[in-house]
């Protein structure tokens, strides 16, 4: 090997490379996290023109604008802003009513009107986890390439089997009881997946069509076993409660309810980051995703690959269901799920496949979620705004050309172009 | 009268690497221009300007005199300039015509294709620069001499005056070879002007009436056929002398280390793509397969490396059955194998340099322990391969994609030659690569096989299987029809052999 000669002038050592090569990394991590936020922004800003646009008082002082145009401009101000103070409340809380009820809390060791301030904080947070284990589940399984519909399914059927391990069996000390409870949640999700992850590897047969075709399985498997075998004693469609040593314990009293399950994602989060990109088996996974042949001609057994990825997505999926019953609503009833499952798909999209960027994503949604509910009873603003601006969000970031365009933003970056990557000169 | 094509004082950057660095460069009418460099030298990048893929830094384009500004390949094709890439892009489903009028369709009444006023335009362009092609015919039962020629025809079709050709030989026959020559002659006699990026310094010395050569971004020499040798161009493009064969001691076979017998398989259509090969390759020799592309080799290395199932015979390595072995167990087994198509087998483009080099070794010792990646471990190994092996690259956290085809190349050699090798299966291993690459690696693989390793090469190129063969076998449709000690091949013969002639061997 002739390296002695080999070596023109101008061969470049990798030490010195490096800090060129870390600012090109940091220009691109800049540049990916610009058109996140600005969609989120200006999905803030056409939301709260939709808001205006859909409010009887600012329509009628629009009418007379040539007669009173200070009266409209101000008064569809002073409705856009209620209705975002309302979110920024219903989401964060007041930061307001949060001074005065640590002022309390000093002065006399009173905590409930700490709970209360911090109320909204909590239930954003409790919004946002079944966001977090159900986008890590979508985005594990985009990762490898496969389109996993299926959350939604998974996350009932993880529900029902928690539920059932939660009130069925007795006498079990909190530290069995609980674990086995989400295992039971994390099992039945993974044989859920697994199912259409099998027909796809075996088949070829289509994960997403299989995997919405899960989903009805698993909504009438949930009515069958709520009016059935799994139903209250006294008829109605809903389980026993589960007992209290399956719960996901509270950390603080009520109203606050925020569980334990909230740590429990974000210790997920990252269990999902080790296992992409520090084992042997998440680098199969993201071989498999990025290119089939190469994995294959490495020696890599993609159906395998396939069937676990989806085993381990759908395990996901199920402890989001899990958690919400272990957690939350301590029985399952039909009315369980408000579509987490198919926001999910979404979120992962946003978070680009990423745990870090599925939690970000999650809890965007999920404080938007707890803002809602207070803009539509304080200001009158219905929750479906939120929906329209979460879809915006979406919009705007699976076709970044409209932020880039609106912005002036910089095309990306032109090594990525795909002739960049033929061979030769 | 101003030159047809003037490029000044072209500048392009990319993170970590100046590509082009103030080159110019001049283009007279009816002139074939060949541009020569190594891998990294900025051929591409400069014709990816010119074809407004990309925007120069610094420096300007003028056609005819006239100062242009290409901002994509629209712009490059209304100034007649057209580029015919290595990698052909076309839809194989689709009929020549229907390939040719992409993007550009003829209609009628605003809505509907008129196929017919475009083939026949396609008639024209083919019997006027004698491009022998059918308009109705599908692409993929094409010929790859014939796919070449449909993208000349879509070339000149969008009424290209200067032709841009990246690696136009590399697919071809040497007779091919001849009559794309002959056509490169009538597309001048017709008016035509071409750039020519090519490798191959002889060919270049045929056909070329100017030379530029390339290094580092640079022009180092601008040259003509008269002034210049194979081994003055190779020295300029590498900036030192460069030894054009390899020194190679008598081959000592040893024992059967690949012994193929009767192997049968089929392709993708489930048509007879290996049929009834045997032979056998031993420890310390190289036996290069010789042919042109599409007469089985593809399927033949499929088969080897467990990646096509096979339909009859048997293969074994090391006295092992591996007829139903999977990919895994015949890597494990000590065979190397450097993929014919490295963007698409042997590279994942997204993953960094330091993935890639472990891509097939990620669970072993010491890269993991049990489930768990030993990232330093890793970084490490990729650290030193790099440097041994030679690959230009900013660092080894770059995705691989960033990377020159000749480098992503050595990555996938510096993968493979790393582990412990019984046999190596390597199938076109300088394909798209530089003269120094392919010197390089022509001395690795020779090298393995002087340690005792067992090659078999895979190429359609003849002078590389000569160089490194100690004997060749020729594949025609799925035959071998002979096997020759390399003391007894001459290019004629092998010539003959791969076009079906078999009576040349005697």
Redesign the interface.
Known sequence: MAQEQTKPQESKQPPEQSVMQKMAIRKGVFASLMVPFLAIVTSLILGGIIIAVSSPPVLAAWRLFFQQPLEALSLTWSVVRDAYVALFVGAFGSPAQIAQSIKEWRATGETRPLLEAFRSFSESLVMSTPYIFAGLAVALGFRCNLFNIGAEGQLFVGGLAAAYVGYAIKGLPAYIHLPLALLAGILAGAIWGSIPGFLKARLGAHEVINTIMMNWISFRLTDYLLTGPMARPDGLPITPEIRPSAYLPSLFPRPMRLHWGFFLALAVAFLVYWFLWKTTLGMEIRMVGANQNAARTAGVRISLIIVVTMAISGALAGLAGANQILGLDHRMARAFSTGYGFDSIALALLGNSHPLGVVLASLLFGFLRGGAARMQSVVGIPVEIIRIIQGMVIVFVAAPAIIRGLYRLKPPKEDEALLARSPGS | MPPLLELRGITKR???VLANDRIDLTLNEGEILA?L?????????L??VLYG???PDEGEILVRGSKVEIHGPHDAIDLGIGMV???FMLVPVFTVTENVMLGVETVKAGVFLDRLAASTRISEISERFGLKVDPEALVEDLSVGVQQRVEIIKVLYRQAEILIF??PTAVLTPQEVEEFFKVVHSLVERGKSIIF?SHKLDEVLEIADKIIV???GKVVGSTTPDQATEQSLASMM???EVILSVDKPPAQPGEVVLEVKNLQVLDDRKLTAVDGVSFQVRAGEVLGVAGVQGNGQTQLVEAL?G?RPIEGGGISILGRDTSKA???QI??AGTA?V?ED??????????TVA?NLV??T??ETPF?RG???Q?PEIEKAA?ER?????V???????PV??L???N??KVIVAREFSRLIKLLVASQPT????V?SI??IH??IV?KRNEGCAVLLVSPELDEIMTLSDRIAVMFKGKILAILPVEEATREKLGLLMAGVQEAVA
Not at chain 2, 37 to 45: D, F, Q, S, V
Not at chain 2, 342 to 351: A, H
Not at chain 2, 386 to 390: H, M, N, P, R, S
Not at chain 2, 431 to 434: F, H, I
């Open positions: 990319f993170p970590g541009l460099g190594e891998n990294g030298a900025g051929k591409t990048t014709m990816n893929l990309y925007k890439h290595q990698h990246d690696e990026i390339l290094r580092n590498v900036g030192r490396t990646l999977s990919p895994r890597i494990e194998h993929p490295r963007q698409k087998d042997g590279l994942v483009l997204s993953f993935e891509l097939n990620y669970y993991a489930i768990s990646l990232n650290a790099i440097k041994l092996f030679d230009r690259t900013p660092g080894i956290f770059v994609s960033n020159s085809g000749g992503q190349q394909r798209g690569l530089d120094g010197e390089y001395g690795c090298q």
